[in-house]
């Protein structure tokens, strides 16, 4: 069982940055792909970013390419995503989440998660 802790939520005025991160209690954690994953009121779960487990490959949505960049730290057990040239659009919960490829997008396929920390951005 992974269990994972995110936190570095807050919030900012659009056009800022925030850095969540994501640690992970798992002694094999480079083992797992990370993946972040955000929730906004009333919507699905959204695919974010994803990141190999050796950190060599990211897999980004499409929409949020060039904002948010998704990097590990193993000697950490910490896996983090930046967000730059935040909107009011980016307000959601951001959860983090363990999975087997880098290439899944789909939040059922992911194995573990986290309880996700809240982003506001205001206008």
């Known amino acids: 069982q992974v269990q994972l802790v995110e936190s570095g939520g807050g919030l900012v005025q659009a056009g800022g940055s925030l850095r969540l991160s994501c640690a992970a209690s798992?002694?094999?954690?480079?083992?797992?792909?990370m993946g972040w994953f955000r929730q906004a009121p009333g919507k699905e779960r959204e695919f974010v970013a994803a990141?190999?487990?050796?950190?060599?490959?990211?897999n980004y949505a499409d929409s949020l390419k060039g904002r948010f960049t998704i990097s590990r730290d193993n000697a950490k057990n910490t896996v983090y995503l930046q967000m730059n040239s935040l909107k009011p659009e980016d307000t959601a919960v951001y959860y983090c989440?363990?999975?087997?490829?880098?290439?899944?997008?789909?939040?059922?396929?992911?194995?573990?998660w986290g309880q996700g920390t809240q982003v506001t951005v205001s206008s």
């Open positions: 989440a363990a999975s087997n490829s880098y290439r899944r997008t789909i939040a059922s396929e992911y194995l573990y």
């Open positions: 798992e002694r094999t954690f480079s083992s797992y792909a």
């Open positions: 990141i190999s487990g050796s950190g060599v490959f990211r």
